[in-house]
Structure formats: C-alpha cells, structure tokens
C-alpha cells in the first residue's frame, strides 16, 4: 500500500531564517505531487505541483519554491521566511490516471 | 473555472442527529466528486467519490451522491459521533490542466455534543 511521509511535523523558525520541508511517497511510482498551504479556519491554497523529476510548477507567487530531486520525494523550500509564511503545509500524492489526492499529516510552520 | 461552494460553518449538532452538508459545484465536462475530512492537527483524508452522475459514494456510514441535474453532491450521515467531529471538505477534479488539479471548497466544521 502507498503511505505519504512529512517531516518536520513542527517547527518554529524566525523571520529571515531559511525553510525546509521535505515529503516522501512510498509505494508508488512516477506520482503527480502537489504543496498546499492551509491557514488557520481557512481552505486549501494549491502552492506547486509536479508531474515527474525536476518538473514544478507554481500556481502562486510567493517566497517559496519547490523541488523534485527524486521521484518520489518532494521538498518545499525558502531562503528568507515572512510572518505570513505561517500555515499548515500539507503534501499531497495522486497517480498518474488517478484524480483523488491522497494527503500526508502536514507541517505546522510558526514563524515568528 | 471550477469551484465549489459548501455551506457556512460550525454545524453543532447532538450525537445521533442526522447530518446534511450541502456542497455545490461548477465544473467544465465531467467532473469527479469527493468528501475529504480533517481531524484536528492531521492531514485530509478521503471519505468517500462518486465518478460519474447518479453514483452514491459511501464510507463508514456517510453518504453522498452525484446529482448532475442539480449540480451537488450532499454529504450525509444518519447518526453522528462524538468521533465524528472534524472539518470536511467537498471537491471535484475535472482533469483539467494536464495533471490531476482538485478544486476544495473551503470546509465545513462539524461539532458533535454528547
């Protein structure tokens, strides 16, 4: 069965200070992989999706960039964080012909 | 575009009441329908799809079927939990884009009193 990793689970970085997030898929192969980002009381925003290795594509403008260093590893990254960065990010997976997103335990990011 | 209006939140209700979410939909060609739901502090996760219209989608007792006609895809329930508590989104994918994009609508909290 195909099981999504997010790590850190938490973390509480300072405006200014770099962001790492990292997402790793199990199970599957090739994966369309998708960022969200989710405020508090608020919805779903798509950040990035990729649809294969070094392939990102952005949906919002903004500090944040994503990579696709391997095929099924995914990473959300900033050089320089701003207090609006704060969120629950959450990876999300889907296979190639399939339509439903299959979402992992999210990173709570406080920036403070 | 696509979108997807659910109704406004919190809905509080007692254990053993019955529960209608309503969601609607716009959506260029044939969309794909689905409930997820979010615990606190977790993730989302899939409740329940239906693919094609008059389809019911079905999970741990929870219900919704694909309504073409009128556009929607109600969430319901017969008897809610306490464990039941969380936020559920609606959301469709059209297959629009290229890739697998899922529009959400923006979530309806769901709080079950003892």
């Known amino acids: 069965s195909q099981t999504i990793h997010q790590w850190p689970a938490t973390l509480v970085q300072p405006v200014g200070s770099p962001l790492s997030l990292e997402c790793t898929v199990e199970?599957?192969?090739?994966?369309?992989l998708y960022w969200y980002r989710q405020a508090a009381g608020r919805g779903l925003q798509l950040l990035f999706y990729?649809?294969?290795?070094?392939?990102i594509s952005s949906e919002v403008p903004q500090n944040l960039s994503a990579s696709r260093p391997q095929d099924r590893q995914f990473i959300l990254s900033s050089k320089k964080l701003l207090l609006s960065d704060s969120g629950f990010y959450l990876c999300a997976w889907s296979a190639g012909t399939g339509r439903e997103q299959y979402f992992g335990p999210g990173t709570r990011l406080t920036v403070t | 575009g696509d979108s997807v209006t659910q109704m406004e939140g919190p809905v509080t209700l007692s254990e053993e009441a019955f529960l209608t979410i309503n969601c609607t939909y716009t959506?260029?060609?044939?969309?794909?329908l689905f409930w997820y739901v979010q615990y606190p502090g977790e993730g989302l996760q899939l409740l329940l799809k239906a693919t094609k219209a008059d389809d019911k989608g079905s999970n741990k007792g929870f219900e919704a079927t694909y309504r073409k006609e009128t556009t929607s895809f109600h969430l319901e329930k017969g008897s809610v939990q306490v464990s039941d508590s969380a936020v559920y989104f609606c959301?469709?994918?059209?297959?629009?884009?290229?890739?697998?994009?899922?529009?959400f609508g923006t979530g309806t909290k769901l709080q079950v009193i003892p």
């Open positions: 959301a469709l994918s059209d297959g629009s884009g290229g890739y697998q994009k899922v529009t």
């Open positions: 959506a260029t060609g044939y969309p794909s």
């Open positions: 199970g599957t192969s090739n994966p369309n």
């Open positions: 990729s649809v294969g290795i070094g392939q």
